[in-house]
């Protein structure tokens, strides 16, 4: 069996060690984080995935798996380390480099190296594969250099991992071919080869796509507001139509993937990326329409008690990265007219720099709630609380997640449906 060195342990690159060690093979994981590499040498993690304690206390008992803080000589190296971006929206792909230059030592010529981390369009070709040139290696010939990108779901990675559609890209034929063999002694799922340039812009245009559309959806949902439509209907009959499915609108658009991989496209050709940028202007500028209908919302109250529900970037996580409820909270919070109290039961005191409070604490005396998040808790919020618990029971709902219906004594508004605020937020086209 082959040796893998797995560079960067993380949300993706634990579990592919993980996986591979549970194949049968003898992975070293490596980071740079001295806690995450002590941890997993005692078989324990610092993340949260289903089912991975379990089999990294496995493997790690079985001798199948280490980590260490610096690399080892390997046949496979597998590169996962993060690809942010900076903060003028290019890629920041320094941690690929430094990682790159940390296996050179190891590196010998028949080696495979992969790099799994999500890279701009020609990385391979125009970064990695100079470094490795410099280090005095022929990159087509001496060792096979491929991106296999990844696109496992949180929550369901260890599954996807194997089950999933990998595409492998190399800088050669070769290389590319070679790279996939090595997934295929785990991957259950389609393995296709192809160029490494092809490969890096498969896996950003994934993500750019869904980034578009959310986009069609938030502007859909500015559109229906202006001329008093209701934009989630609009959706639902749309949708009827059989090749038409139009997304759904919300506060906006984060986390480190659709809210950052589209940059790296834009970086690259900006002259063409024209559809990529607006879009990502368009989500961007969602958290400030929501900021828009709280305050016409509450223009009448002279101190408004505001309740905000939902702080990460999805539904049922913890993950707050990039997420434009957070831009929410803290322009809200800005404001000194308004009494705000913060609420995700899915986030802890220590991620925020704000207090948190229970629902029921968020909703007492409150004049509006404001769902952030589709948290399954906001799903099914039971009405007679707010009736109960709030000064005027008002909710304006940004993701349409909640089971709460308009009614004589609950007020209820949807990103996509502001048709009784139309009044005050309806300005004449003409005006
Ligand atoms: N998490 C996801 O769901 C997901 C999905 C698809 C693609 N990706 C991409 O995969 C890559 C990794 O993402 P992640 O979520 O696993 O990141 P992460 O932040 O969870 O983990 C990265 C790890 O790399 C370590 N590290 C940084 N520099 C290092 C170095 N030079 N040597 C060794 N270790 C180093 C860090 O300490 C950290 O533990 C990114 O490019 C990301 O965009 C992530």
Redesign the pocket.
């Known amino acids: 069996m082959q040796k893998i060195c797995v560079?960067?342990?993380?949300?993706?690159?634990?579990p592919t060690a993980a996986v591979f060690a549970r194949a049968g093979f003898s992975v070293v994981g490596?980071?740079?984080?001295e806690r995450?590499v002590e941890r997993l040498n005692q078989g324990e993690i610092i993340?949260e995935e289903v089912g991975l304690p379990e089999v990294v206390k496995e493997v790690v008992a079985k001798g199948k798996l280490h980590a260490s803080s610096t690399p080892e000589e390997a046949d496979v190296f597998i590169i996962?380390?993060?690809?942010p971006i900076h903060a003028d929206c290019t890629a920041n792909v320094d941690?690929?480099a430094?990682?790159i230059e940390?296996i050179l030592p190891y590196l010998k010529k028949g080696n495979v190296v992969i790099v799994?981390?999500?890279?701009p369009p020609r990385t391979i070709d125009d970064v990695v594969a100079p470094i490795i040139e410099k280090a005095g290696f022929n990159p087509k010939e001496d060792v096979a250099l491929a991106h296999c990108?990844?696109?496992?779901?949180?929550g369901r990675?260890l599954i996807e991992l194997v089950e999933n559609t990998r595409i492998v890209g190399g800088l050669t034929p070769q290389a590319a071919s070679k790279a996939a063999d090595v997934y295929r002694q785990i991957v259950t799922g389609d393995v296709i080869e192809t160029e490494a340039a092809t490969a890096e812009m498969s896996?950003l245009m994934e993500n750019t796509f869904r980034d578009v559309n959310i986009a069609l959806a938030n502007e859909l949902a500015k559109i229906s507001a202006r001329l008093g439509i209701d934009a989630h209907k609009v959706i639902e009959l749309a949708n009827k139509h059989p090749r038409v499915n139009i997304h759904h609108p919300g506060p906006g658009v984060g986390g480190?993937?659709l809210a950052?991989?589209p940059y790296f496209i834009v970086e690259k050709a900006p002259e063409e990326a024209l559809m990529i940028q607006l879009s990502r202007d368009i989500n961007n500028s969602m958290p400030d329409f929501v900021i828009e209908q709280i305050i016409k919302l509450t223009a009448e109250l002279k101190e408004p008690k505001i309740a905000l529900c939902g702080l990460t970037y999805k539904g049922n996580i913890d993950d707050v990265r990039e997420s434009p409820a957070l831009e929410i909270v803290e322009k809200v919070l800005a404001n000194p007219r308004y009494d705000v109290r913060i609420h995700d039961p899915h986030v802890r005191d220590d991620q925020v720099p704000f207090p948190l409070v229970s629902f029921e604490e968020a909703v007492s005396k409150a004049n509006l709630v404001v769902i952030l998040t589709d948290h399954n808790e906001f799903k099914t919020i039971d009405k007679h609380v707010l009736l109960d618990q709030m000064e005027t029971p008002v909710v304006f709902d940004t993701k349409n997640c909640t089971n709460l219906e308009q009614e004589e004594e609950l007020t209820v508004y949807r990103i996509g449906d502001l048709t009784s605020l139309q009044a005050i937020a309806v300005k004449p086209i003409n005006s």
């Open positions: 560079i960067g342990l993380g949300y993706i690159g634990l490596v980071d740079v984080n995450v993340i996962s380390v993060p690809t941690y690929v430094s990682a940390s799994e981390s999500t890279i990108p990844e696109r496992v779901l949180p990675i896996k480190h993937c950052v991989d």
